[in-house]
């Protein structure tokens, strides 16, 4: 089956059953590999190559279905690939960015998509519905061939910011673990993801004008183990590897507290003048910058102009969330120009819900994470113009346990199992928000309990293909009892991935 549920899918013989080891033959199947002949029309040649990377993603297989014989029938069929405005109901009309049209028959694949996003999601459906090449009926073990039996889907996102915050502060992530998440990011349609670089207990990307922030603190990380950091080098690497897979990079220096390894790094930021000492524990609040000492708007400047130019995307985030120990003016004065700086940088400034009374301004966009806090500020934002991005804790901060016998993972705000990450509706999250301000729905991984890449995967999945259906599918198309089944579908993908994911309660694990 098909995660995120698509807007319609429907087989030739009109039936709109779409399980995964469904064993009916109705009519043959299509083969596509890397030997099959791809046609592009006018602006589509990313798609062939999105083809080209997907297909190759897929390893050798060392599962299970290593040893079956490759099926008897036909050659690799042809793919064609085009561009085009017009895409039929049920997609909403103007097609929405990201839209597509997928056409599986006897004579090959046509897949036409209103930009390259929607080739990409278009191609993506296609390996969901080959088992991700290991093939429930038909699956052999090369891996780079999918085999599908003729289907038609029609389908486009209902939110066009479908996103993870991913902590890499608390706990560092090399490169080749957040390239492991672009994967499985780009395989579930999520196109962004949000890096929080910054926090009390670690530094971790280089700042050309600040290099004392990761020589100082990208070393340091909670209960003393490994940190790490991104040189820019790297992170030019991460921007490419997102872009490959459709992602957006937005990078979070979060401000103006959770700064105590800026504090260690930069002893002009505190009062005494003196660093202040490396952080290891994981409370949250005590740490802030000074809006009186002269040494902070030249760091909130330099930093953040140097971030932006940095960023690919449109939006860096400046953080602003729990910061317990300062007046809401001075608050609100280093929020803002924070914000200020951002904009004469060319960049759409983010933040936490916590800074939508600052006037962060109409184009900012505000992260809603605490469903305990008033949301008249956020609601007044909204009404002049300000984004909403929607990462309610009991839903999708997926740091948080699974039930009581989880082994990772925090519980503040209470356990989140699978259903309950699928089960809710966005708009309904700020009562009386307009809901053409809601720019879409953003899960949260904080790293506090977590120390590897299994770790991080091991919360995430499968609770992120929960979040990326909520951000994806339409109300009607969401169906809790069948998510569940289809979900599972999704486990050999990881597994051939290499991915660690839980057996989380409520699905039927093969
Ligand atoms: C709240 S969410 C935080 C983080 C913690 C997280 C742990 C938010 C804006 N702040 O600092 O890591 O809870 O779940």
Redesign the pocket.
């Known amino acids: 089956g098909v995660v995120p549920a698509p807007l319609a899918l429907r087989r030739p013989d009109g039936s709109a059953g779409e399980q995964s080891d469904d064993q009916s033959d109705d009519g043959g199947f299509v083969v596509v590999s890397s030997a099959s002949p791809v046609e592009v029309g006018p602006g589509a040649q990313g798609g062939a190559a999105v083809l080209r990377r997907l297909l190759r993603a897929q390893r050798p297989g060392d599962d299970a279905n290593a040893d079956l014989t490759p099926p008897p029938g036909p050659a690799p069929a042809p793919v064609r690939l085009a561009l085009t405005a017009d895409l039929p109901a049920p997609v909403p009309q103007p097609a929405p960015p990201g839209a597509y049209h997928l056409r599986v028959t006897a004579g090959g694949v046509d897949l036409r998509a209103v930009d390259e996003a929607g080739l990409r999601h278009g191609l993506v459906t296609l390996r969901q519905l080959a088992g991700h090449g290991t093939g429930h009926r038909y699956g052999h073990g090369d891996g780079d061939t999918w085999v599908v039996r003729p289907v038609e889907v029609l389908d486009a996102p209902r939110f066009g910011w479908r996103g993870l915050s991913l902590?890499v502060a608390?706990h560092f992530l090399p490169v080749a673990g957040v390239v492991a998440v672009l994967d499985a990011l780009e395989d579930l349609k999520l196109d962004v993801l949000h890096l929080h670089l910054t926090?009390d207990q670690g530094w971790r990307l280089e700042v050309p004008s600040r290099p004392a922030l990761v020589e100082r603190s990208g070393p340091t990380a909670v209960d003393g183990d490994p940190g790490g950091w991104y040189s820019v080098e790297e992170w030019r690497g991460l921007v490419a590897q997102a872009a490959e897979r459709g992602v957006r990079l937005v990078p979070e220096i979060d401000l103006p507290g959770?700064v105590n390894a800026a504090l260690h790094a930069l002893g002009e930021l505190t009062p005494s003048g003196e660093p202040a000492t490396a952080y290891t524990g994981?409370g949250?609040g005590f740490s802030r910058l000074h809006a009186d000492l002269p040494a902070t708007g030249a760091f909130l400047r330099d930093v953040l102009t140097d971030v932006a130019a940095l960023t690919e995307g449109p939006h860096v985030h400046l953080?602003g969330?729990?910061v317990l120990t300062m007046d809401a003016s001075e608050y609100e004065l280093l929020v803002r120009t924070a914000a200020d700086v951002l904009r004469a940088a060319g960049r759409t400034p983010v933040a936490?819900q916590?800074a939508a009374s600052a006037g962060l301004g109409p184009d900012a966009v505000l992260?809603v994470?605490?469903l305990r806090q008033d949301m008249g500020p956020v609601r007044a934002a909204a009404a002049s113009g300000a984004g909403v991005v929607l990462?309610p804790?009991s839903r999708v901060?997926l740091?948080?346990k699974y039930d009581a016998a989880t082994r990772l993972g925090?519980e503040?705000?209470g356990h989140v199992p699978l259903a309950q990450a699928y089960d809710w509706e966005p708009l309904a999250v700020v009562p009386g928000l307009d809901p053409a301000r809601v720019l879409g729905v953003e899960a949260?991984l904080?790293?506090?309990t977590t120390r590897s890449l299994d770790d991080v995967t091991e919360l995430l999945l499968p609770r992120l293909a929960a979040v990326a259906e909520v951000a994806w599918s339409a109300p009607d198309r969401r169906d809790p009892d069948d998510f569940l089944r289809r979900v599972v579908g999704l486990a050999p993908g990881w597994d051939r991935a290499g991915l660690r994911w839980h057996r989380a309660a409520g699905a039927q694990w093969d």
């Open positions: 902590d608390r926090d959770h994981i949250v953080g969330d729990e936490w916590e992260q994470w605490d990462s804790a901060y740091d948080m925090l503040w705000a949260a904080w790293s506090e």
